[in-house]
């Protein structure tokens, strides 16, 4: 039983042995097929499942096609479109790095008030975990993973801890490395501009129909003191008020008279006074 189990198991490992060989004096052996050629024998290969034949990759002329969702240590986005940093310096990415290899110093101007960019942008790659978590926490999505795992030195400090201009790369260099996940983010950035761009639309118009309102109330207001006569109506009224100053002209006419009466009632008994002062001077002279 078990000599015929190990001649099994030598007879699979000599027809894979025989299969690579035959593959390898292959003109294009099966390794690399749809790789690409890069010049002086060095190549980006794609082994997928189902490769025959030799799968050792002679590193580092050859190296694999990596998966889109490879990640390695973070790296920040320059809008290309828009000619800005992502990074807004919020703090969030740091704050939720487990191992604390983010450092953050926020921007000011020129009368020092903190504005929303960043100064300074550290990220220590010896300590670095890539687990992606301040890729998943930004709201801005101002950082990602980059796929760059070559990054052996001889010092740790500082050749490691890498600044913010060794970890800014371009909107296009993101969007090669993950192509897939670059359209879902901008159809999503799209769709909510299209809707913050609806609601400012919508706002726009509520404040154009509140306006149109007061205006059409104003104007309605003078027209409901001051409603239209007619021909008929206004003579009417013009009699009547003529009707009216004329009372108020009599009756401002006998105020006169009245005031008239009692001036000489007054001149009257002034010159009674007057006669009874003389009278008494004279009986006093007797």
Same mark, same amino acid.
């Given at each position: 039983?078990?000599?015929?189990?190990?001649?099994?198991? *030598?007879?699979?490992?000599?027809k894979?042995? *025989?299969?690579?060989?035959?593959?390898?004096?292959?003109?294009?052996p099966?390794?690399?097929? =749809?790789?690409?050629e890069? =010049?002086?024998?060095?190549r980006?290969?794609?082994?997928?499942?189902?490769q025959?034949?030799?799968?050792?990759i002679?590193?580092?002329?050859?190296k694999?096609?990596?998966p889109?969702?490879?990640?390695?240590?973070?790296?920040?986005?320059w809008?290309?479109?828009k000619?800005?940093d992502?990074?807004?310096?919020c703090?969030?990415c740091?704050?939720?790095?487990?191992p604390q290899?983010?450092w953050?110093?926020?921007?000011?101007?020129?009368n020092g008030k903190p504005v929303?960019?960043c100064?300074?942008?550290?990220?220590?790659a010896?300590?670095?975990?890539?687990?992606?978590?301040?890729v998943?926490?930004?709201?801005?999505?101002?950082?990602?993973?980059?796929h760059d795992?070559?990054?052996?030195?001889?010092?740790?400090?500082?050749?490691?801890?890498?600044d913010?201009?060794e970890?800014?790369v371009? *909107?296009?260099?993101?969007?090669?490395?993950w192509p897939?996940?670059?359209?879902?983010?901008?159809?999503?950035?799209k769709?909510?501009e299209?809707?913050?761009?609806?609601?400012?639309?919508e706002?726009?118009?509520?404040?154009?129909?509140?306006?149109?309102?007061?205006?059409a109330?104003?104007a309605?207001?003078?027209a409901?003191?001051?409603?239209?006569?007619?021909?008929?109506?206004l003579?009417?009224?013009a009699?009547?008020?003529?009707?009216?100053?004329?009372?108020?002209?009599a009756?401002?006419?006998?105020?006169?008279?009245?005031?008239?009466?009692?001036r000489?009632?007054?001149?009257?008994?002034k010159?009674?006074?007057?006669?009874?002062?003389?009278?008494?001077?004279?009986?006093? =002279?007797?």
């Open positions: 039983m078990f000599g015929t189990g190990l001649l099994k198991g *030598l007879g699979v490992t000599l894979h042995a *025989l299969d690579t060989f035959e593959d390898d004096r292959e003109s294009v099966d390794r690399y097929k =749809g790789s690409l890069l =010049g002086n024998n060095r980006v290969i794609q082994q997928p499942i189902d025959e034949g030799l799968l050792t002679q590193y580092p002329e050859e694999r096609l990596l889109e969702r490879f990640r390695y240590i973070p790296m920040l986005i809008d290309s479109e000619q800005e992502r990074c807004t310096a703090g969030i740091a704050k939720v790095c487990p290899c983010i953050i110093v926020r921007d000011s101007d020129e929303t960019r100064s300074e942008f550290y990220i220590d010896a300590v670095c975990m890539s687990c992606s978590f301040c998943e926490f930004c709201p801005f999505d101002a950082i990602k993973m980059n795992y070559e990054l052996a030195v001889y010092d740790r400090y500082p050749q490691l801890v890498y913010m201009e970890l800014t371009p *909107l296009e260099y993101y969007a090669a490395l897939t996940q670059y359209e879902e983010e901008q159809a999503r950035r769709q909510e299209e809707e913050k761009r609806k609601q400012e639309e706002k726009a118009a509520k404040a154009a129909a509140r306006a149109a309102a007061k205006s109330a104003a309605e207001k003078p409901a003191g001051a409603p239209k006569r007619s021909a008929a109506e003579q009417a009224l009699k009547e008020r003529a009707a009216q100053r004329q009372a108020q002209a009756e401002g006419g006998g105020d006169d008279d009245a005031a008239a009466a009692k000489a009632r007054m001149e009257d008994l010159r009674r006074a007057q006669e009874r002062a003389r009278q008494r001077k004279q009986d006093s =002279g007797q």
